[in-house]
């Protein structure tokens, strides 16, 4: 009865390879969110969909797009990968009251 | 300047200690006042949450908002080692389209 999971939780790979993060939560949210925490534990937010609608899309390179394909789930696909894009992504849900709840994070590793 | 500063520590406190978390912020259009709790490996997990000023408890945990000096904090009575983690702080402002706003987090070490 996890309330936001990811997949994987573990990412080894390759420079120039591409790579998906999935994330599903079952709390009936209409807001998912995708942040990135780099080894100084900063949570810099990344995208945000509503109701499978982009609202937030910040300063990201377009190597990484994100999807909704319905409410409940928000996937992360990453072209390219750089040495710089190893970190912890994380997914997260909202309600409508400002609270977020987050997955348990995806540890990506670019070698 | 970031909109959210948060002192990094590390903060090492005895078993039983009181522990003060603090966050300041620059936007006074800030009305969500949230923290959170992350142990090592796993994801933020809301410990709690408040609207505007005053204060909010729940058990060992007291938030505080003084929207006047936009300061936070987070108070821990009678710590125990299983506190130890890093606490974040989080904002937004009303009608953004939930967006929210991360201090760079503590960490708090409680000793036994």
């Known amino acids: 009865d996890t309330a936001v999971s990811q997949t994987p939780k573990y990412l080894v790979t390759q420079m120039g390879n591409d790579k998906s993060i999935k994330c599903e939560q079952n709390l009936g949210h209409d807001t998912m969110y995708w942040y990135k925490q780099d080894s100084k534990k900063f949570l810099k937010i990344m995208f945000s969909y509503n109701n499978k609608e982009l609202i937030i899309n910040e300063t990201v390179p377009n190597r990484f797009s994100p999807k909704s394909p319905d409410k409940a789930h928000l996937n992360l696909h990453i072209n390219s990968l750089e040495l710089g894009d190893s970190a912890v992504y994380f997914c997260?849900?909202?309600?409508?009251?400002?609270?977020?709840?987050f997955g348990p994070g995806t540890r990506l590793t670019v070698t | 300047q970031k909109e959210v500063e948060q002192d990094p520590g590390p903060l090492s406190v005895p078993e039983g200690a009181i522990v003060s978390l603090n966050c300041t912020y620059s936007?006074?259009?800030?009305?969500?006042f949230m923290w959170y709790r992350q142990y090592s490996r796993k994801g933020p997990e809301l410990l709690m949450y408040?609207?505007?000023?005053g204060n909010k408890e729940d058990g060992r945990f007291t938030a505080q908002v003084d929207k006047s000096s936009k300061y936070i904090s987070l108070f821990i009575r009678d710590s125990q080692p299983s506190d130890s983690a890093t606490y974040l702080c989080?904002?937004?402002?009303?009608?953004?389209?939930?967006?929210?706003?991360f201090g760079t987090g503590t960490s708090l070490t409680v000793i036994p």
């Open positions: 408040t609207y505007s000023s």
């Open positions: 989080a904002m937004s402002k009303e009608n953004t389209g939930n967006q929210f706003y």
């Open positions: 997260a849900s909202s309600p409508r009251t400002h609270e977020q709840y």
């Open positions: 936007n006074s259009a800030f009305q969500y």
